[in-house]
């Protein structure tokens, strides 16, 4: 089933076996064999691959393999480093080289680029009006390794196929590649065609863009930048790594100086249009994981909260606003267990407020035996008439 991995440790090799195991990531660790994590979980490396613990030596032949003299460089002043990686059979990887205890270390994320549906990635559908903003902020938030990227490179490729518009990212590395549909698509990637996340944002506002996306906001001057380019009139996509909607709003304007923090929360009351939250949990089929999604849509009153600084008080609105794409981590979760993609135990695990979460499901099953018995009264209903019309 797989390519032997010879004592020169074979990156190719290994990150092959990777995707024929539905790897999302790889570790290789001066001393240990190569570790794969599946379905978010770690384990070590098939026997069958003959993978043997790596040497130190080895490790640093890979850097020089894979890495340029300037990110050589860059590993060597930082003592870590992000690049992007393609194999000879087109899959794509976002890879990380570091130091630890002296030595080289490296991590590997696998990046399909089989771009699926909101509905092929079991996303809600409210997802699709945001790709139809004119503009405005959007941020998808979550912890490392939640799908954040594979979102935005689904909100895009909508973007590709339904509007004629120029979109142009900013990452490091570049992760997903569009190719032209109905847009015209541009990647620009950190360290090679940019020198910060910031310049490049200011620079696109002369580039004639429609749709910029920020592979993340990393400081307050990208910060500064996203918030510039969504009032100006452009539709701005970016991350952050927080693991609630209203938790994304608290850090955008808890990055802001003190003295500056009122202005901010005007400023992004007025830019912002919606935050996605989201986590992987394992569905209850045991085959893959989905995401599980908390959305805020940024209305009037919504603006008017950050504005007033009473963010906490967005959580009750996300609970109320159903109508308007609105929904809630704990909500998102009981649809997900109706639905019988995840498990009531799962779906515990995970949940903000095991009370809310229970309130949630039994008031479901109230609703369905409800109308269980609405439907057993109507054939009821239905049979008596019946008899009374066959009677002489």
Do not use: W
């Not at 290994?14 to 539905?22: E, N, Q, S, T, Y």
């Not at 979102?151 to 590649?177: K, Y």
């Not at 065609?193 to 696109?204: H, I, L, P, T, Y």
Request: a neutral charge; proline letters at 3%.
């Amino acid at each position: 089933m797989f390519a032997h991995v010879s004592a020169a440790l074979d990156l190719n090799a290994l990150l092959a076996a990777g995707v024929a195991l539905g790897a999302s990531d790889l570790h290789l660790t001066v001393g240990s064999r190569p570790v794969y994590r599946v379905l978010g979980e770690l384990a070590p490396a098939p026997s069958e691959l003959g993978a043997a613990p790596i040497e130190a030596a080895a490790m640093e032949r890979l850097a020089a393999q894979i890495a340029s003299e300037r990110q050589r460089e860059e590993l060597a002043r930082t003592g870590h480093l992000d690049l992007g990686y393609s194999t000879p059979d087109g899959e794509r990887f976002r890879l990380n080289l570091y130091r630890e205890l002296g030595r080289l270390a490296l991590a590997a994320r696998h990046l399909d680029q089989r771009l699926l549906s909101l509905e092929g990635l079991g996303l809600p559908k409210q997802l699709a009006d945001i790709a139809k903003l004119p503009s405005g902020l959007v941020l998808v938030t979550g912890a490392t390794g939640s799908g954040k990227s594979t979102t935005l490179a689904t909100l895009l490729d909508l973007i590709n196929r339904i509007r004629a518009a120029h979109i142009l990212t900013v990452e490091d590395p570049v992760e997903f590649v569009h190719g032209p549909q109905r847009c015209v698509i541009h990647h620009r990637e950190l360290g090679t065609d940019v020198v910060s996340f910031a310049a490049a944002v200011q620079a696109a506002l002369r580039e004639d863009p429609d749709v910029i996306m920020i592979g993340e906001m990393r400081d307050l001057d990208t910060m500064r930048a996203a918030i510039t380019a969504a009032e100006t009139g452009h539709l701005v996509f970016s991350t952050l790594h927080t693991a609630e909607a209203v938790g994304c709003v608290e850090r955008l304007v808890g990055s802001f100086p003190g003295g500056e923090q009122d202005v901010a929360r005007h400023r992004i009351g007025m830019a912002l249009r919606a935050v996605v939250a989201q986590r992987l949990v394992r569905r209850s089929s045991g085959r893959g994981r989905v995401a599980v999604v908390e959305i805020l849509m940024v209305n009037a009153a919504a603006a008017n909260l950050i504005e007033q600084g009473k963010t906490r008080q967005l959580f009750s609105l996300m609970e109320s606003s159903a109508a308007e794409g609105m929904r809630t981590l704990d909500q998102s979760l009981a649809d997900l267990v109706n639905r019988g993609v995840l498990s009531r135990a799962e779906a515990l695990l995970h949940c903000k407020d095991t009370r809310t979460l229970e309130r949630l499901l039994e008031r479901t099953v109230r609703l369905a035996e409800e109308a269980e018995q609405a439907a057993r009264q109507a054939a009821a209903k239905r049979n008596g008439l019946d008899r009374l019309r066959r009677q002489p």
